[in-house]
């Protein structure tokens, strides 16, 4: 594939479709949100970053009329060091807040998991294969995309580990140009002394592959909000803001009353868990505990 300026490519999405960070702020930042073929990385504190990818994928799984957008989110973690945590609670939290239905928007993200730096090599193939068999995908997140560079479990040759993260970047990145999807990434933050802004955790492949870097700070004792550090922009100066999240509900929801909620969400896990059981006992079992979780239902109301 053959070397695009970033600029290029920001003129050439310039009348596409963008994704919102959910905060104003952030966006503006940004230049107008997350735009088609760019590569984003994100780097600090993981609650940070974390939030803001639950808005971005809430924000991606927006329908149109032409269409079901589809997410792919990636998470580069080694399980033995720290447990992989998605937040699906707070995800879904968010999308009803958004007035998505939960079941149907979860349906429309594909997950994808490595612990190794050769399985994150190998995700690129995976993803190939998902964005050629999914239309409409409008996002594929990379949580931790440096991680295993320095996590990996292997002590040995860590200059293969190192072609391999490269190599996964590096694949990733061509295919979200070629599909003309918009590719972010999250990373760690690495103190620096004397004050300085905290670098990402990344090689200078990394920092030169990326389009747009950005610095996530937590909310400090002057300040009522985090801050956004624009550290790369191929157009934009460097610079910060104060950014906050806001939900904006864009299905038109009208809340259901508690029982009505409450009896339809019976009826799925009817449906949805008891057949599958095979064995009359277990199915015996699941029958009172429904049992029990109308007579509390009864009870509250």
Known sequence: MDYIEASKLITAT???????????ELDQLLGG???????????????????????????????????????????????RKERINLGIEELAELAEESGYNIWEAMNRVRV????????????????QSFIEKQSHVSLVLVDGIFKLHNDDARKRNRHRVREEVQRSINALRQQCIQKNIPLVSSGRAIRRRGGLLPRPESSSYLRHTANIIVYLRPRQRDSLFNRAYLIDHPLRR????EYRYRVEETMGRETKPFRKMFQETVERLRRELREPLIEPSRKTAFDHLLESWASEQGAMS
């Open 14 to 24: 310039q009348h596409r479709g963008t994704v919102s960070t959910g905060s104003r």
């Open 33 to 79: 949100g997350i735009k088609c073929t760019l590569f984003y990385h994100f780097y600090g504190e993981r609650g940070l970053t974390e939030q803001l990818f639950r808005h971005l994928t809430v924000n991606a799984l927006k329908p149109t009329e032409q269409r079901l957008p589809k997410i792919a989110y990636m998470v580069l973690n080694n399980y």
């Open 112 to 127: 994808f998991t490595a612990s190794s730096a050769d399985q994150q090599a190998q995700l690129a193939a995976e993803l």
């Open 238 to 241: 460097p610079g910060s803001t």
